[in-house]
């Protein structure tokens, strides 16, 4: 069955983005510094795509702020934000953030398929990685489009069904390894080749899936691909090439969409071609085939 919305919220609110390291750190100032620097250093086409300082006195949603990383840019930028999230944790942590910080921004607690807000409010909406975590990401999309004033825009990211990482990685060199996950001593000898940090976090990875499998040993394709994007028990996500995207957003104008980021760290299969590839091939696999397509477009 397909999951349900209190799902979506129950996974998330138990796993917001990043908190490990707010949770793991007293001095929730020096937490919140080293996840920004985490961040903006794995995902550093962010700075490049979400324009932040591009908005100084503008009306900005976020859809999906999470614990308000993003969203703090916008507010520091002199945007007028607005974040909204489907859990209590990622709202009550970026209230904390936004507060520590002296930053100004509304962040509240909402279901993304109901905005409270009035028709034509918002010159910019922004979301990240958020939309495709729901079981219906058409009625957030029109939801964008009502609050969104005419000639707002739009920044959206999603995951890329034509991908790298989606037609060799999820669909080849992972299926493989749910084949025999349950070979601990053989993986395990086989991912120290890669260094201990490595080994630790696909054995990790393994136990998971081990686990995983003994509740579900035939996953659909849906399952599989929710199974291999944020988490082993991610309950729901989607996929979208340039074309389901277009009919997303079909009610937008001025549509563009591009690809970037290569997981250097967590793919398998790029654990040796990285070692041997050219960093021109590397580049030009991730902005063609990269694994976030960011959609871009105006009301």
């Known amino acids: 069955m397909m999951p349900k919305l209190n799902d979506v919220e129950s996974f998330w609110n138990s796993n917001p983005c990043m908190a490990r390291l707010y949770h793991g750190n007293k001095n929730k100032i020096t937490a919140f510094t080293k996840i920004e620097d985490e961040r903006y250093s794995r995902f550093s086409g962010i700075l490049k795509y979400a324009l932040f300082k591009s908005f100084k006195g503008k009306k900005v949603l976020e859809v999906g702020c999470g614990i308000g990383s993003d969203g703090i840019q916008f507010a520091r930028n002199g945007a007028c934000y607005t974040g909204v999230d489907l859990t209590n944790?990622?709202?009550?942590?970026?209230?904390?953030?936004?507060?520590?910080?002296?930053?100004?921004?509304?962040?509240?607690?909402?279901?993304?398929?109901?905005?409270?807000?009035?028709?034509?409010?918002?010159?910019h909406v922004y979301s990240f990685g958020v939309i495709h975590h729901s079981p219906n990401p058409e009625n957030i999309v029109n939801e964008i489009?009502?609050?969104?004033?005419?000639?707002?825009?739009?920044?959206?990211?999603?995951?890329?069904?034509?991908?790298?990482?989606?037609?060799?990685?999820?669909k080849l060199m992972r299926k493989l390894f749910f084949m025999f996950c349950e070979k601990k001593i053989f993986w395990n000898r086989l991912f120290r080749m890669f260094g201990e940090s490595t080994a630790k976090r696909f054995e990790s990875f393994r136990q998971k899936l081990e686990e995983m499998k003994a509740i579900n040993a035939r996953p659909t394709t849906k399952e599989w691909i929710s199974t291999h994007t944020d988490d082993v028990f991610c309950p729901l996500a989607g996929v979208y090439s340039k074309r389901d995207a277009q009919k997303l957003f079909i009610r937008f104008r001025e549509f563009k969409s591009s690809v970037w980021f290569i997981d250097r760290d967590n793919w398998f299969l790029w654990?040796?071609?990285?070692?041997?590839?050219?960093r021109s091939v590397q580049n030009w696999l991730e902005f063609n085939f990269g694994w976030f397509r960011m959609i871009q477009a105006e009301k």
């Open 89 to 123: 944790a990622a709202v009550s942590i970026a209230k904390e953030r936004f507060e520590l910080f002296g930053q100004k921004g509304e962040i509240i607690k909402v279901d993304t398929e109901s905005l409270p807000f009035p028709d034509n409010y918002f010159n």
């Open 271 to 278: 654990l040796v071609l990285g070692r041997f590839m050219p």
């Open 145 to 170: 489009h009502r609050v969104l004033k005419p000639g707002g825009s739009i920044n959206i990211m999603l995951y890329n069904r034509t991908s790298f990482y989606y037609f060799i990685e999820v």
